[in-house]
């Protein structure tokens, strides 16, 4: 398929542990976005990307939080010493670049910290 | 700062009857607004956007929406609605100071009944 893919699908992770989310764009999409859910809300901005620069981290809620993307694709977004409050689907999408072009949404990676 | 208000957690209509959804948003700047539509432990789908020009835009499945300066609202709608279009429908802006990044509303779960 061409459409944007996450992995993993979901996550379980004990209070303290780190994780790793990963991301893998259109093909060609220069732009990435990465967005939290949290359960009965709208997605809320984390950070985002143009190629492997990080234009914006303005959502990211902690230091705790770090996203990368190291080769202008794919892109990790990884949680340290997970908190309870992290427990929200994290939503990854691209676009072309332009801010009036949408933006497509893998189907996200659901994390419970237990 | 950007915002998205949609005052309705959950429509409900019957089938074959007109839908609308509705939303109004605040930016700085020239807005860009979106709808997007998800189905349960799916991602996000792109419906249709504003970006400039006729003020009626359509997308797809037959939705479209009214752009309205002066109130500042994009309300989506359906001139005869399916059960399939049950799902949570989302609102989203960004503008030309808003950094490509999209601010979403808190959605509004449709419900097409027989």
């Known amino acids: 398929g061409a459409g944007v893919s996450q992995s993993p699908r979901y996550k379980v992770a004990k209070r303290g542990q780190d994780v790793a989310l990963r991301c893998d764009p259109i093909s060609g999409h220069v732009s990435l976005f990465w967005y939290q859910q949290a359960l009965g809300q709208g997605p809320e901005f984390l950070t985002y990307?143009?190629?492997?620069?990080?234009?914006?981290k303005s959502g990211l809620p902690s230091d705790r939080f770090f996203a990368e993307r190291p080769e202008g694709s794919v892109s990790t977004l990884k949680i340290q010493r997970t908190q309870q409050e992290d427990s929200a689907v994290y939503l990854c999408?691209?676009?072309?670049?332009?801010?009036?072009?949408?933006?497509?949404f893998g189907p996200g990676t659901r994390l419970t910290v237990l | 700062a950007q915002s998205v208000a949609q005052p309705e957690d959950q429509v409900n209509v019957a089938e074959g009857n007109p839908l609308t959804v509705k939303c109004t948003y605040s930016?700085?700047?020239?807005?860009?607004l979106f709808w997007y539509v998800q189905y349960p432990n799916r991602g996000l789908q792109f419906l249709l956007k504003y970006i400039t020009g006729d003020n009626l835009v359509k997308g797809s499945y037959g939705f479209e929406a009214e752009f309205n300066k002066s109130q500042t609202s994009f309300h989506l709608k359906k001139p005869s609605a399916l059960v399939s279009d049950s799902a949570l429908y989302f609102c989203a802006v960004t503008s030309t100071g808003g950094g490509n990044k999209l601010t979403f509303g808190t959605g509004t779960q449709l419900k097409v009944e027989l």
């Open positions: 990307f143009q190629n492997e620069a990080q234009l914006d």
């Open positions: 999408a691209s676009s072309t670049g332009r801010v009036y072009n949408e933006q497509f």
């Open positions: 930016v700085s700047g020239n807005p860009y």
